[in-house]
Every structure is written in structure tokens, then in C-alpha cells.
């Protein structure tokens, strides 16, 4: 189980790692994601949503990245928001079956000097859960904390949800196609493919993603709308990835 797992792994001499999944090369998720109690400099995510301290993190990234749109600011601002919460979700929930409890009410924040997003803190280690299809999976994630994330996004940064979403679509995808020994393609291409949730819901990460066949035979990821980076100085494109074919090869 996943809490026996943890109380198992060696003592690093820092925080107790909170999942026995990151470890290996996942050892960097425990950068990421740690106990509250370990956070010290942690915003609880309402207050940090709420308050103006997101306003002041893009506008701070905006300053030391000398960029000017505000939309590309946001939306890199949430590619690392999304990749701290949601690697590190997948990889203990498929690796060791933990779920993480990601209810956007009950973590905290804190950002780098750069005003990007640094590390969450979650109240407990979680759950151990048995497997289940894509959306048992990760509907934990998307309603208790992306649906509450977006609309911030879309009022202060600017971004369309559709852009939101796409956003974090990247990083569960990667993460569940590269997490485990067996790579979780069908779940990865169901969370896409599926028009309707099995709720009847909406599927808000419906066509997100393509996987699509280049002229030479190579199979690559792709998105619908692009994160526009391309209009951040400095910031190298996503290549293969991107939405836009004037900016694949740039």
C-alpha cells in the first residue's frame, strides 16, 4: 500500500518523501510535492487565488522574463502550475495506487524568486485506491482542483479555459504514457477521445490532443491550441508539440 510505502522509504536527512513512487527518475516530484506541515513559506491556494498574490506571481514573471503579453505570461504560468500538480498526482496514482488529496481548498502554494509556481503542500500522504479507467483516475483532480484553478486563469491571466485545459492535458498525457512499465497509452488516449464524461459531463479535455503521423513515419503529440510561447523572449519552442505549424521547427 501506498502509506506503508512511504513510512518504509530511507530518511533523506530533508522532508519524508510523501510518495514511495518518487523515487528514481521521479525523484524530482519530491520537489514538488510535500507535506503542508513542510512548507513553510506555503499559501493556502484559496487565500494565494483570492488575495492578489497570483496577480503580483505574473506580474513578477512578467518583470524578470521581460515579456509583455499577458497571456503568454499566464499561460506559462500555469504550464508550471499544471506540471507540479499533475505529474506528481499520476505518477503515485499509477505506480504505487496513493492518491494524492488534491482538493484545491486544502493546499498551499509557494513560487520562486521568478514568480513561478515552486511547490504545493498537500495535508496527508492520501489514500492507497484500487485501479480504475482513465476518469475514476483522475476525477479526483479535475473536481476538486482544475475546475477551481481555471476560472482564476481565464479572470486575472486572461487565458481561455480551452487553453487552460490543453494546458494540463500535456502533463497527464506525458504522465501516464511514460509513468509505469507499462506505458497507459489506451487511458492516455481515452481522456482525450471521449466527447462525454461517464457522468454525461462534459469532457473538458476532449480533443486536446492528437497523435498524429509526420511525412516520415514519425508518430508525435499535438496539441489543439498553442500555449503561445513563442511570445515569451527566450522561451525555445515546444517544437513537434505545438499547435501552430509556422512555430514546429522554430
Known amino acids: 500500500m501506498a502509506t506503508a510505502g512511504r513510512e518504509n522509504m530511507v530518511e533523506t536527512g530533508g522532508p519524508t518523501p510523501l510518495s514511495a513512487a518518487f523515487s528514481g527518475p521521479h525523484a524530482w516530484c519530491n520537489e514538488k510535492m510535500v507535506l503542508s506541515a513542510d512548507l513553510a513559506d506555503g499559501i493556502p491556494l484559496p487565500e494565494f487565488f483570492a488575495s492578489g498574490a497570483f496577480d503580483r506571481g505574473l506580474s513578477?514573471?512578467?518583470?524578470?522574463?521581460?515579456?509583455?503579453?499577458r497571456r503568454a505570461v499566464a499561460s506559462?504560468?500555469?504550464?508550471f502550475y499544471f506540471s507540479a500538480l499533475t505529474i506528481p498526482y499520476v505518477v503515485a496514482r499509477v505506480l504505487d495506487h496513493q492518491e494524492l488529496p488534491v482538493v484545491f481548498d486544502d493546499m498551499t502554494v509557494t513560487l520562486?524568486?521568478?514568480?513561478?509556481?515552486?511547490?504545493?503542500?498537500?495535508?496527508?500522504?492520501?489514500?492507497?485506491?484500487?485501479?480504475?479507467?482513465?476518469?475514476?483516475?483522475?476525477?479526483?483532480?479535475?473536481?476538486?482542483?482544475?475546475?477551481?484553478?481555471?476560472?482564476?486563469l481565464k479572470a486575472t491571466g486572461g487565458i481561455s479555459p480551452k487553453l487552460a485545459w490543453n494546458n494540463a492535458a500535456v502533463y497527464i498525457d506525458y504522465a501516464l504514457r511514460t509513468a509505469g512499465p507499462e506505458p497507459l497509452h489506451e487511458q492516455a488516449g481515452a481522456m482525450v477521445g471521449c466527447r462525454l464524461?461517464?457522468?454525461?459531463?462534459?469532457?473538458?479535455?476532449?480533443?486536446?490532443l492528437r497523435h498524429e503521423e509526420e511525412a516520415d513515419g514519425?508518430?508525435?503529440?499535438?496539441?489543439?491550441?498553442?500555449?503561445?510561447?513563442?511570445?515569451?523572449?527566450?522561451?525555445?519552442?515546444?517544437?513537434?508539440l505545438c499547435a501552430l505549424p509556422s512555430q514546429r521547427n522554430q
Open 60 to 69: 513578477l514573471y512578467a518583470e524578470t522574463s521581460g515579456a509583455s503579453d
Open 76 to 79: 506559462m504560468w500555469s504550464l
Open 112 to 152: 520562486s524568486a521568478d514568480g513561478l509556481p515552486r511547490a504545493f503542500g498537500v495535508a496527508t500522504a492520501g489514500e492507497w485506491r484500487d485501479a480504475g479507467e482513465i476518469f475514476a483516475m483522475i476525477g479526483p483532480l479535475m473536481e476538486e482542483h482544475l475546475s477551481r484553478v481555471v476560472p482564476y
Open 197 to 208: 464524461m461517464p457522468n454525461g459531463a462534459p469532457n473538458p479535455f476532449f480533443d486536446c
Open 218 to 240: 514519425t508518430r508525435v503529440c499535438r496539441r489543439k491550441i498553442c500555449c503561445l510561447r513563442y511570445l515569451l523572449p527566450g522561451v525555445p519552442s515546444c517544437g513537434s
